[in-house]
Nanobody, 117 residues
Framework: VQLQASGGGLVQAGGSLKLSCKASGMIWSTFRFSRMGWYRQAPGKQRELVAELTSSDKANFQDSMKGRLTISRDNGKRTLYLQMNNLEPEDTAVYYC?????????WGEGTQVTVSS
């Protein structure tokens, strides 16, 4: 299984980005019933959870980003999305996607998000 994240970039404060994470080599049922999420890591800081989607499609968000995020998945395309609105300079980080299924954990390579003030 490989995860390919994309959609990052440079955006001004107040702007929006939509991140995508494509899972290759994963069958539909595994993808559908996985717990998946987006994490981020800023320079000098630990990696932190930004948003997650449980196997029953319940969404959870980091408090600092609540109201600005939408997490969703397209099972047919094996793709996880993160829509981020009203971005702030503090959101600058490398964003990683993660998929957990039973004892398996998969990480994508990360996509850089830079928010200018």
């Amino acid at each position: 299984v490989q995860l390919q994240a994309s959609g990052g970039g440079l955006v001004q404060a107040g702007g929006s980005l939509k991140l995508s994470c494509k899972a290759s080599g994963m069958i539909w049922s595994t993808f559908r019933f996985s717990r998946m999420g987006w994490y981020r890591q800023a320079p000098g800081k630990q990696r932190e959870l930004v948003a997650e989607l449980t196997s029953s499609d319940k969404a959870n968000f980091q408090d600092s980003m609540k109201g600005r995020l939408t997490i969703s998945r397209d099972n047919g395309k094996r793709t996880l999305y993160l829509q981020m609105n009203n971005l702030e300079p503090e959101d600058t980080a490398v964003y990683y996607c993660n998929i957990k299924y039973e004892s398996w954990h998969y990480w994508g390579e990360g996509t850089q998000v830079t928010v200018s003030s």
